[in-house]
């Protein structure tokens, strides 16, 4: 029987897995307390989608340096503002992200009821803002509307100092109008400045999050994943035994958090599509996990867990990981090709998706294959009251066969 | 049945066959220059034309972050939906007491009635019992009574306000012609609307805050131009009926009917047959039906003169569903006029071009409210369902809500390109090197995975396209996932299979015993995903959503072929019991 086969690993060595557990452990509790540092120290670079605001993404014909970009920002009265190159480096493009203010503050509103009043000699206007770049106004109604309505125009035109885009006829009783008015938008406005400033302008992208649907999108993408995360666990609660569990809690926290690190350290934009990444992330990590799990609870011995000696069962999940460790690189290496080739050759937000792909799935392998397990020892050695483990002593792995003919 | 690996092998193939065949409209959908994309956004039925008469017509629609196209959500502002409601029966209620010659002293749009006496305030609190069924009395002291809209009310026009808005919404986009635009509630006061291949979003923001166009105008039942054509188009009936007047006489009602598809050369048919004074407009009949209106040229009235429109009952003593419509000052002239001189004829509602209906006028309305009675012989629901229908017609001329912009996302048609256009090359290195990877390390069995993993990825597509779901870049993501989850599987069982030949067995147990042993490790690792996916499809927003879409297709179609597709190569390779299996 000659079975030339190609591998990486060959599962006769039978290294001592053990001998790292320790180590893994620590990181699995290390890369949470550094990312929660990072967070902390140089903060999330939180896209628009959970902070709200307003974000273009703009192509200049020519390159311009981010801190020109900012100067006319802040001469439009956006000082909050964030200018960063974005894409691939010849295509000049630019993420500006402002706090979008309202268009009007009470000042704007004030004033501008008064010039109606003057302008227009009635008695009664009431503007008030709906939404950013909208002012319901309500006059007095009038015999012939059209010409009110180009008055009104006329008015807003010349003495408001915003450009106005349309005004409607929203509504109307026996004893008023209402119009709705439609200023310039904010993304109009720098779209503006900055074709002014360097020439012609793509607006590429444009994003505006209301602050108030942001929170909301924030608690429902946090608990959208705390639930998934919790299922899994019952599922593997249930799957396996209330032993397993832990490792794979210990594993999902150092993943998630590793991930949430390479958003920090790579400052890419964590939005809604960011947690499209760390479930990726998450989610083939799990089924690293699910699978060593699988294997460790087919390599012990069947009968009652409860009477087996610890260091039959230390032995057998070193047995474990031996057997799966040619399927994890395997895997890891399919995974790692398709996220690294991403990384190299897409663009934007592929590319920082590839990048916590990338790291998120090399930290992940390794809290499989040996935190998760190593957890389950510490489980099995504290919960289960048993004495007599010795990590330094060498495993002893028994074979299917040895198993049968009751070795063990 | 499927013991024997050629039934298995012709199984699958059948059921490539089928994917192939629901995958058609999507390759066509993709292959489409600018200009097709363009006719196809345009005009509904424009891909159904480009595709074969047998094939379906859904198709993977790429997101808006990879077409571009605007994505906007509104809140709707409830609240002021209700004050402006009270402020609205506050008035009709002063009306109609002076008409009554009821005492009161004065009513706030608070509905706070204020009176001269406590007995002029009862016998108003009495009669507003008996006439205002909408209104309830809330507290009083002496000389004040605080009313308020009645709770069903309130909370109908909770709930209606959001449906209402939607309907306006939808019907002002259906002018802009944006083909697939979806507009969707989202909780419980939001509205997300995405237009695919619109690109200006301060465009769409005054498109959408434009008035519907609501027209009034009379139909003419006294010409019979159309009795005198000639020639009808194949598909068109001339049919002549009836409807009842006022007095109990007949009006005649002689009209075109045909199926929907015919409209434009109905269209071209009537081209210079129609009188001057008259104009055609079309209606709908039963669900794919159409039917001509002959109508009066001039516009009687639009609906920017009608403020209100509420679903009410036909009389005092008659509880069948009615519609009221309440007209501006100067609407309630013209309609006075209108109605004198039109009992016994037909108005028709024209909301965008369309007929939506022609009640008949039974009396001379001077005060500016109408009521129009639906017609008979039905269930109370079914009018009651045609009332709301038709009370949402006459409202889409203006918002019944205030909105607010909540979210504005465009993108820009260059960007997704690019995104795609890059993707594409990271996604062939990427499958590229895998192929080969499984290929150099399994050998034939490797190459048996691939085969396996590209059914897979058929498979899924042809799902989608099936579903007509939409795909994002968050969704390529999932996609990718279940891709890397494919491989996986296919990884445990070759390792299995390797590891059972390692310990002497024959080729054709060792496959046998490694599917049996990999089982519960792939099983596990599927459902975990897929119990993922459930949660946050049932949990998450828009991205994240696109995102377990794909999980949960993805984890399902896998299983099967992970299982089921390269057992039949195995079994296939080794039905003769061979000494060796390459992998």
């Not at chain 1, 009104?152 to 008023?176: K, M, V, Y």
């Not at chain 1, 503006?192 to 993408?221: M, N, P, Y």
Request: net charge neutral.
């Amino acid at each position: 029987m000659n079975h030339r086969m190609f591998r990486f690993f060959d599962p006769k060595t039978e290294v001592n897995f053990i001998r790292f557990f320790r180590a893994s452990l620590l990181i699995a509790a290390l890369v949470p307390i550094i990312a929660i540092a990072g967070v902390w120290t140089t903060g999330l670079n939180w896209g628009i989608d959970f902070s709200g605001g307003m974000e273009m993404q703009v192509q200049f014909s020519k390159p311009v340096h981010a801190d020109e970009i900012r100067k006319v920002l802040e001469e439009l009265g956006y000082g909050k503002n964030q200018v960063q190159a974005y894409g691939a480096k010849d295509s000049y493009e630019m993420l500006i992200r402002v706090e979008r203010m309202d268009t009007f503050s009470e000042d704007d509103v004030k004033r501008i009821e008064n010039l109606l009043v003057g302008q227009l000699n009635s008695a009664s206007v009431q503007a008030h803002p709906n939404s950013q770049d909208r002012l319901l106004i309500r006059l007095p109604s009038a015999n012939d509307q059209k010409a009110q309505e180009e008055k009104l125009t006329a008015i807003l035109a010349a003495h408001s100092g915003f450009r106005t885009r349309s005004i409607l006829h929203e509504d109307s009783q026996n004893n008023w109008v209402e119009y709705n008015v439609l200023f310039m938008g904010v993304s109009d406005k720098v779209a503006e400045a900055l074709t002014a400033a360097f020439g012609k302008v793509e607006v590429r992208r444009v994003e505006f999050v209301d602050s108030q649907v942001s929170k909301q999108l924030r608690t429902d993408g946090a608990l959208a994943v705390f639930y998934a995360i919790l299922a899994i666990l019952i599922y593997i609660a249930i799957r396996f035994d209330l032993f397993f569990a832990p490792g794979a809690v210990v594993c999902l926290i150092q993943d998630t958090f590793g991930a949430f690190l390479v958003f920090v350290l790579g400052r890419y934009e964590f939005d809604l599509p960011s947690v499209a990444a760390l479930l990726t992330v998450v989610g083939v990590s799990i089924n690293n996990t699910i699978v060593v799990y699988d294997r460790i609870r087919e390599t012990l011995p069947p009968g009652d867990r409860s009477k087996l000696a610890e260091n039959t069962i230390r032995d057998c999940v070193n047995k474990a990981i031996n057997d799966t460790m040619s399927r994890t690189i395997n895997t890891s290496l399919t995974v790692l090709f398709s996220s690294i080739s991403l990384w190299i050759f897409a663009g934007g937000v592929i590319k920082s998706f590839a990048a916590v792909l990338t790291i998120g799935l090399g930290l992940g392998a390794f809290s499989s294959t040996l935190a998760a397990p190593a957890t389950y020892l510490w489980m099995v050695h504290y919960l289960g009251r048993r004495e007599g483990l010795n990590r330094d002593e060498g495993p002893k792995g028994y074979t299917r066969e040895e198993k049968a003919r009751g070795v063990v | 049945m499927f013991e024997s690996w050629k039934t298995r092998l012709l199984f699958s193939g059948i059921l490539l066959g089928s994917a192939i065949y629901l995958l058609i409209p999507t390759l066509v959908y993709f292959r489409l220059d600018e200009s097709q994309l363009r006719e196809v956004r345009r005009d509904k039925h424009a891909f159904a034309k480009m595709l074969p008469a047998w094939s379906i017509d859904t198709h993977i629609v790429p997101g808006l972050d990879l077409q571009g196209g605007v994505h906007m959500v509104l809140g709707v502002d409830v609240e002021k939906a209700l004050k402006d409601r009270a402020a609205r029966t506050a008035e009709r209620l002063k009306d109609y007491a002076k008409e009554q010659k009821m005492a009161f002293s004065d009513i706030s749009a608070e509905l706070l009635g204020t009176f001269a006496s406590t007995s002029e305030r009862d016998t108003f609190t009495e009669f507003v019992s008996k006439k205002f069924q909408e209104l309830r009395l809330v507290s009083q002291t002496d000389a004040q009574a605080q009313f308020e809209l009645d709770p069903t009310l309130v909370s109908s026009v909770r709930r209606d306000a959001v449906d209402q808005t939607i309907n306006t919404i939808r019907t002002r986009i259906d002018k802009m012609g944006v083909t697939e635009p979806s507009i969707s509630k989202r909780g419980s006061d939001k509205i997300q609307i995405q237009l695919p291949g619109f690109d200006n979003p301060e465009e769409a923001k005054s498109l959408i805050g434009r008035t519907a166009q609501l027209e009034f105008q009379m139909v003419d039942d006294k010409t019979e131009f159309l009795k005198e054509l000639k020639d009808l188009p194949e598909g068109v009936q001339m049919i002549t009926s009836s409807y009842g007047r006022p007095n109990g006489s007949q009006g005649k009602d002689i009209f075109l009917q045909f199926p929907e598809e015919k409209l434009e050369s109905v269209k071209s048919y009537l081209k210079g047959k129609i009188p001057a004074e008259n104009v055609i407009k079309f209606g709908s009949l039963g669900p794919s039906y159409l039917r001509t209106y002959t109508l009066d040229r001039k516009v009687a009235l639009t609906g920017e003169e009608l403020i209100d429109a509420q679903v009410s009952q036909a009389g005092e003593m008659d509880s069948r569903p009615a519609v009221s419509m309440t007209f501006s000052a100067g609407g309630a002239r013209v309609f006075d006029e209108l109605s004198g001189s039109n009992i016994g004829n037909r108005m028709a509602i024209v909301l965008e071009e369309r007929v939506d209906s022609a009640p008949v006028f039974n009396t001379r309305i001077p005060s500016g409210r109408a009521s129009i009675t639906l017609g008979g012989g039905r269930t109370h629901e079914e009018t009651l369902k045609d009332a709301n229908q038709l009370t949402l017609v006459l409202k889409s001329g203006a918002l019944p809500a205030p909105v607010t912009f909540r979210e504005e996302r465009s993108v820009g048609p260059s960007l997704g390109a690019d995104s795609i256009q890059k993707g594409q090359m990271a996604f062939l290195v990427g499958s590229v090197l895998v192929i080969l990877l499984m290929i150099f390390y399994y050998r034939i069995s490797g190459f048996f995975s691939v085969v396996a993993v590209i059914y897979n990825l058929i498979l899924m597509l042809a799902a989608l396209a099936w579903l007509g779901a939409t795909v994002t870049l968050p969704g390529i993501a999932g996609l990718l996932l279940t891709f890397g989850i494919a491989v996986d599987a296919n990884v445990i069982i070759n390792e299995r299979i390797r590891e059972e030949l390692r310990r002497g067995k024959m080729p054709r147990e060792a496959v046998a015993t490694g599917y049996r042993s990999a089982f519960t490790a792939v099983f596990d690792s599927h459902v975990t995903s897929f119990i993922a996916g459930l949660v946050l499809w049932e949990f998450g927003t828009g991205p994240v959503q696109n995102f377990a879409t794909m999980l949960i297709i993805g984890t399902v179609l896998s299983i099967f072929t992970a299982v089921f597709i390269t057992r039949i190569f195995f079994d296939m390779v080794t039905a003769n019991n061979p000494k060796e299996l390459s992998i």
